[in-house]
């Protein structure tokens, strides 16, 4: 039974505005009395004592995770991949949100490298070089990538509250950043001791925000980079070397190997203050990648499985089939999940239950599920320059999500937690703005499909955007833009004659000849808005139009 609001509730929903300007957080800087970050036990140590173990460990779970594949039924290909039926919670879902928080959050400070964006969670390389006047200013040239790690103190996380407020947006699940790129993990991995239950803040985020969102009823995601910048290998002789993302040598760097990957000889004094914690291996992928995402899924029990750091080496060399098909088989007859198309160099848009796209916002619809993830304003990661005045408005952010919805999508929106894990009130405040907005409108969001058309030309001077239940009974017109006069036109509908029509929360119906009218031609029906509408004090991000729909 759909809810009936009161005109005063929905009249209140009109009145979401954008929290009071306030001014950005204070600059971080290097603390006084600061002294280096050392590890209890090095990287040489960790090879001697943990080496061994952790590759034997390995093998018996990759073992583990082709035993699984081999009894199937999907097999670790693409082919067999894309036999995967997308899970109906994932298409009804709609709105995710995505934590953008590590060891970079501590910093909080990115400059915009890209049309439409800048990274501050790539700040623990780019403090090397493209921000290393930044980083000399704020931190000191004497300041290492791992003296973060103690200044990374999860001090007001609390993923009880954190989750409700997920949950306030009207968001269906959310996907914490587990693994960025300097491969510090947001759980207790048995297979670094570069995470957060060995370091700082000493406690297993992971556990704890996974247990909430089964309490609090939300779907639960594994991020995952398959690339980290650099990590300890094992080469012959039981020699050190340094293994690199990139194939370009760092100025001043010794080569041991000029292939693919590029690999450096490994400097004690540098690089234990840069990769702490990461126990060196022979072999990247097979010894460290596969069992550590494996456990990830064994133990949290991921509803989404969310690759990144794709794009330098093929899905092959990842060997990301492999875990996409174990975490299907694992899966199957119990629970519905679903993974993206990031398993490697050209698989976006070619592979996955769902298509990723990255500030771009795909423009034209499309016949397969997608996402659109970004932030709510140019930031990827904790920012401490952003303000109200920096980031987009909650009419903006709401009308985006008409968008990506009315084009087959959902909407990933990230949220930048600082190091201490406070969410800043500007973000907080938006999707408490989201939430109200959804709770007398979500009906036009939730669980819908593409209608025919997406949108209306804006020739008319409005913004109209389409969706449908799922049952095609019903199709939504959201308009964005308030009617410079008394009628809306909604070119594209076409409504049931002698149907009532409704506007989301207005408790009375809108009686056709009365308040409606189908033309029958071009333009396809004229909505006349309530008197009462129209003489609020504020408007809404949007409209929503209901009618019965042929």
């Known amino acids: 039974m759909r809810e009936r609001h009161g005109t005063a509730v929905f009249l209140a929903a009109l009145l979401i505005t954008a929290a009071p300007l306030s001014a950005q957080d204070p600059q971080p800087r290097r603390p006084p009395g600061f002294t280096p970050y050392r590890y209890r036990q090095g990287i040489e140590e960790l090879q001697r004592r943990f080496s061994g173990p952790m590759m034997a460990e390995a093998a018996r779970e990759v073992g583990l995770l082709d035993e699984v594949n081999r009894r199937g039924p999907y097999e670790p290909t693409t082919e067999s ?199 060196p291996v022979r072999d990247f992928v097979a010894q460290y990648l596969l069992p550590q995402a494996k456990e990830f899924i064994d133990v949290y029990d991921p509803d989404i499985l969310w690759f990144d750091g794709d794009w330098t080496r093929p899905a092959s060399y990842y060997r990301t089939p492999e875990l996409v098909a174990y975490f299907y088989n694992r899966a199957r007859g119990r629970k519905e999940v679903a993974a993206n198309d990031r398993l490697g160099r050209g698989t976006r848009g070619h592979c996955g239950d769902f298509y990723t796209s990255e500030t771009d916002e795909i423009v034209a619809p499309l016949n397969h599920p997608w996402e659109e993830n970004r932030s709510m304003g140019e930031s990827y990661g904790y920012y401490w320059k952003d303000s109200d005045a920096t980031l987009l408005t909650t009419d903006e952010l709401v009308q985006m999500l008409v968008r990506v919805v009315a084009k087959g999508g959902n909407l990933m929106l990230l949220v930048s937690p600082d190091g201490t894990g406070r969410i800043p009130e500007n973000q907080a405040s938006r999707l408490r703005e989201i939430g109200a907005w959804l709770r007398v409108n979500g009906e036009a969001i939730f669980d819908t499909r593409p209608h025919s058309v997406a949108c209306d030309s804006s020739q008319l001077g409005q913004n109209v955007w389409y969706t449908r239940s799922k049952d095609g009974k019903y199709a939504y017109a959201i308009v964005f833009s308030p009617p410079t006069g008394e009628s809306v036109v909604l070119k594209s509908a076409k409504p049931v004659w002698e149907k009532n029509v409704t506007i989301l929360g207005y408790p009375h119906p809108l009686a056709p000849k009365e308040s409606w009218v189908d033309t029958g031609s071009a333009y396809g029906m004229v909505v006349k808005i309530p008197e009462e509408l129209r003489r609020a004090g504020s408007r809404p991000p949007a409209w929503v139009i209901r009618y019965e729909t042929r």
Request: aromatic share 16%; proline share 6%; charged share 25%.
């Open 81 to 279: 991949l894309l036999t995967h039926p997308v899970p109906e919670w994932y298409r009804d879902a709609k709105l995710g949100v995505f934590l953008d928080w590590g060891l970079y959050s501590v910093a909080g400070y990115g400059e915009k490298r890209f049309a439409r964006a800048r990274y501050p969670d790539w700040y623990l390389d780019y403090m090397y070089n493209v921000l290393a006047p930044y980083h000399a200013s704020a931190w000191g040239a004497d300041f290492e990538r791992d003296d973060f790690i103690p200044l990374f103190t999860a001090s007001r996380f609390d993923a009880e509250a954190l989750v409700a407020l997920v949950k306030a947006s009207g968001a269906r699940y959310l996907v914490p950043f587990s693994k960025h790129h300097d491969g510090f993990c947001l759980w207790a991995s048995r297979f670094t001791e570069r995470d957060v239950a060995d370091m700082s803040p000493g406690l297993d985020v992971t556990a704890r925000l996974a247990a909430e969102c089964r309490r609090q009823g939300l779907k639960h995601g594994f991020y995952f980079s398959v690339e980290e910048w650099e990590y300890p290998l094992l080469l012959d002789g039981d020699r050190l070397g340094l293994r690199l993302w990139s194939t370009e040598t760092p100025p001043g760097a010794t080569v041991e190997s000029g292939g693919d990957p590029l690999v450096l000889a490994f400097d004690s004094a540098r690089h234990n203050r840069m990769v702490s914690g990461k126990v």
